[in-house]
């Protein structure tokens, strides 16, 4: 296979990754493959060019340098493995070859910068559905992480270059574990496992990739239009329908401090609500949430 498969578009210099030629795929029969993607791509602009990598330092990274190029809305990159995959707040992202998803969808939205949190939520929505599809009951943790049985199983790294007060263009980077074995992902994660599981975890069964990932576009391009005729609200009621936290007593840590309190949903500007135990209500715009209460069969 070449470094890079490319539909559609114009000529484009493959990324260089020495250090990764020669990985052996244990899982031949399930590459990443235009061909048989494009065989269950229902989009019109979603996926319109799209870059597959056998490795890449990052699928967010790649699709940065092609949009500084002039890369149109709806180019997407996969990879099938990354060597610096990134996670939100400056952690890694466990990209093992050949067993998961990776990967980087590229918009040229209209928005402004405080509208970015609600229109990057496209993105775990359509994940949410994607999974769903697959048979796993998903839903959504705040603001973009897809949970199945309370344990993550995909996230979302939102990079948007905002230039005097405008976005430039917004790359929704999604990783999703979904052949990744348990054993695997406990070796690699450490004490972070526990709270983390694959779809063929759940399932039972290996997960087509090209089928998923096929999927994941299909939806992601749905809800951008429903962003775009309907507007945020629409996108934000259908989050909230998905959401994993209702009513739950959540921490929520910032850095070094941290705050406990009950979670009232998201705002009209994608904020976490918070009300704390003096009764005031907090808006919290980034942090990492912890679920404090114990409920048997419940996300969070
Ligand atoms: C999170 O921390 O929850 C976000 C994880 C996002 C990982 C994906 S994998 C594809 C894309 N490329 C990256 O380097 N990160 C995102």
């Known amino acids: 296979m070449p470094e890079s498969q490319h539909l559609k578009g114009a000529a484009y210099e493959p990324i260089d990754n020495p250090g990764m030629r020669g990985v052996v795929m244990e899982r031949t029969h399930d590459r990443l493959s235009l061909e048989r993607l494009r065989r269950h791509l229902t989009t019109r602009t979603v996926g319109h060019h799209v870059f597959v990598f056998n490795s890449v330092d990052s699928t967010n990274s790649a699709l940065a340098r092609l949009a500084d190029r002039g890369a149109t809305e709806g ?79 995909a996230g979302v790294l939102v990079e948007a270059p905002v230039i005097s007060g405008r976005v430039v263009y917004v790359i929704l980077g999604i990783g999703v574990n979904l052949n990744v074995p348990a054993t695997e992902l406990a070796t690699a994660l450490g ?89 005031r209500t907090r808006h919290i715009f980034a942090g990492a949430i912890r679920a404090l209460d114990n409920k048997p069969g419940e996300d969070g």
């Open 75 to 153: 180019t997407v990159v996969l990879a099938e493995a990354q060597t610096a995959g990134r996670g939100r707040h400056g952690s890694e992202w466990f990209s093992p070859a050949g067993e998961n998803l990776y990967a980087s969808v590229l918009f040229h939205p209209r928005i402004a910068p405080r509208e970015l949190p609600l229109f990057a939520s496209i993105a775990s929505l359509a994940l949410a559905e994607a999974v769903w599809l697959e048979g796993a009951p998903a839903r959504i943790k705040w603001p973009n992480d897809v949970v199945v049985h309370g344990r993550k199983l």
């Open 191 to 279: 004490d972070n496992a526990e709270g983390a599981l694959s779809l063929h975890e759940v399932l039972g069964r290996d997960v087509d990739r090209n089928v998923f990932a096929a999927s994941l576009l299909s939806r992601l391009e749905k809800w951008h239009q429903t962003f775009s005729t309907r507007g945020p609200d629409a996108v934000r009621a259908a989050w909230l329908a998905r959401d994993a936290l209702c009513g739950r007593r959540i921490e929520v840590r910032t850095g070094d401090t941290s705050c406990e309190g009950w979670y009232r949903g998201v705002g009209t500007d994608g904020s976490l609500v918070l009300e704390t135990d003096d009764g």
